[in-house]
């Protein structure tokens, strides 16, 4: 039976804790027992705490924890809930999660909780997610983590990363899977009326321009670019109105804003669809020209790269 342990912080999302603890407390359980089946525990769940004592939830309800860390020192799978982003990890709590690493433990971390996985200087290097309203505030703070905003988890053996708090469910199914098989998977996620199909957040992220690098220069072009999207604009115009050359433009755009002028029009323009797609009748056809576009279908194509969803089934599912 593998130990789940799920680090509790003070000021923690509840949700975040509740739906990863129901879905391992109830893989091998909840399907047998609807099946007329003796039930079969897969997994061992401890919530912790530093110290042992009651912590408080976002919303301030109280939670006794099962132990301290220090209680459980052979676990196995450490989860590790949101909480606020801007809170310090005690030194105890860094050197546990170091020491579990070194063991082989496999730690995860939902949504906020990757700022303070962040924190260990486990995830330098690699592939990392966290809830897209952050991801700017995270790449400041962590410039060494490849964080990738749209994914719903990133795996890097035995260090993984989810999206917002609900997806500390698609966690809990892709680790089930790992630890025990799909079938118990989708057992766990049929019971509990889960989505198996989720694989990115990018239909729910809502594109904010980082404003906050302060180049002056840059973000007198994204200002514009904010209100001019549906205007014919290509990089060589952008660079002529910076008064640069487009080499210098480029590299002082990426530089400022972690993508190409390019990408970033894409996303304006994707945006100002999602929002149109959900607030107006208009056609996609009407949208596409609306944003700057003349082709639909090649809009479409960027639309579903940028949101990995197709305009229709956007609005369908989204809207």
């Not at 302060?214 to 604009?233: A, C, Y």
């Not at 480029?250 to 669809?273: L, N």
Request: with cysteine.
């Amino acid at each position: 039976m593998r130990k789940i342990t799920i680090l509790v912080p003070d000021r923690f999302m509840l949700s975040s804790l509740a739906i990863p603890f129901d879905a391992f407390k109830g893989a091998g359980v909840y399907w047998n027992i609807l099946n007329d089946k003796d039930p079969v525990p897969l997994f061992d769940v401890k919530t912790v705490s530093l110290d042992g004592n009651p912590v408080q939830t976002y919303d301030g309800l109280e939670l006794k924890p099962d132990a301290s860390i220090w209680d459980v020192g052979d676990s196995e799978t450490i989860l590790v809930p949101p909480s606020d982003a801007s809170k310090t990890l005690e030194p105890e709590v860094v050197s546990w999660l170091l020491d579990a690493h070194w063991r082989g433990a496999d730690i995860a971390s939902i949504c906020l909780g990757a700022f303070l996985l962040a924190k260990t200087g486990l995830l330098d290097y690699k592939d990392a997610t966290t809830h897209w309203g952050y991801a700017n505030r995270f790449r400041k703070e962590f410039p060494r983590v490849r964080l990738k905003p749209g994914e719903i988890i990133t795996d890097e053996g035995n260090l993984l990363t989810s999206g917002g708090a609900n997806a500390g469910g698609d966690l809990s199914l892709y680790l089930i899977t790992r630890y025990v098989g799909k079938d118990v998977a989708h057992q766990t996620a049929r019971v509990m009326l889960m989505d198996t199909d989720r694989q990115m957040q990018s239909p729910y992220l809502v594109f904010r321009s980082d404003k906050t690098h302060g180049d002056r220069d840059i973000i007198d072009i994204q200002n514009w670019l904010e209100e001019h999207f549906s205007e014919d604009v290509s990089v060589e115009s952008l660079a002529l109105r910076a008064r640069m050359s487009r080499r210098t433009f480029e590299r002082r755009f990426r530089d400022a804003t972690g993508e190409s002028p390019r990408q970033h029009i894409q996303r304006v323009r994707v945006e100002k669809a999602k929002q149109l797609l959900q607030d107006s009748n208009m056609t996609f056809d009407e949208i596409t020209y609306n944003v700057g576009y003349e082709d639909s279908s090649t809009f479409s194509r960027v639309f579903k790269k940028n949101t990995g969803l197709s305009p229709g089934l956007y609005k369908r599912k989204i809207c």
